[in-house]
């Protein structure tokens, strides 16, 4: 068994798995549960907690018998952008629609990466807007407005 947990990547992934299960299921324990044919608000959050804690129980496991450190460094690039893009998703789903909204968060997202490659992000935000607005828009029905005034 590994002593030295303190920079064991598979530990501390472990750990923050089960403390997001554990925080889903204990935000969602005053909700109605309900049953699997007849889900209530509290069966989602419940479920999808203890998959999480389970998950992370197998991870801090792992962790305890492997020695793999964390490799890397922190990028103040990351840092910035990814928090920045998630909020002008959420502005610019206000205020300019769902295709412009998810374009700024998919390129945002993939600039705060050390491998940032303008040909192939402008292809993957083309096919992962048109595939969302697919599934959510048309498939799901969400009432959200592809650009703002259509």
Same mark, same amino acid.
């Given at each position: 068994m590994n002593a030295d947990l303190r920079n064991n990547k598979d530990f501390w992934a472990g750990a923050m798995l089960i403390a997001t299960g554990l925080a889903a299921v204990l935000i969602?324990?005053?909700?109605?549960?309900?049953?699997a044919f007849r889900m209530g608000p509290g069966f989602f959050p419940s479920v999808? &907690?203890? @998959?999480? *804690? $389970?998950f992370g129980?197998?991870?801090?496991?792992?962790?305890?018998? %492997?020695?793999?450190?964390?490799?890397?460094g922190w990028s103040l690039r990351a840092l910035i952008v990814l928090p920045l893009s998630f909020v002008l998703f959420g502005a610019l789903m206000d205020h300019a &629609?769902? @295709?412009? *909204? $998810?374009a700024v968060l998919?390129?945002?997202?993939?600039?705060?990466? %050390?491998e940032f490659k303008f040909g192939e992000i402008a292809l993957l935000t083309l096919v992962l807007t048109a595939l969302?607005?697919?599934?959510?828009?048309?498939g799901l029905s969400l009432p959200y407005p592809l650009l703002v005034g259509f």
């Open positions: 969602a324990r005053d909700y109605p549960f309900g049953s999808l &907690g203890g @998959v999480l *804690a $389970l129980i197998v991870l801090v496991a792992r962790g305890l018998r %492997s020695s793999e450190k964390i490799v890397g &629609g769902f @295709v412009p *909204a $998810l998919i390129f945002g997202s993939a600039a705060g990466g %050390s969302s607005v697919a599934i959510f828009i048309w």
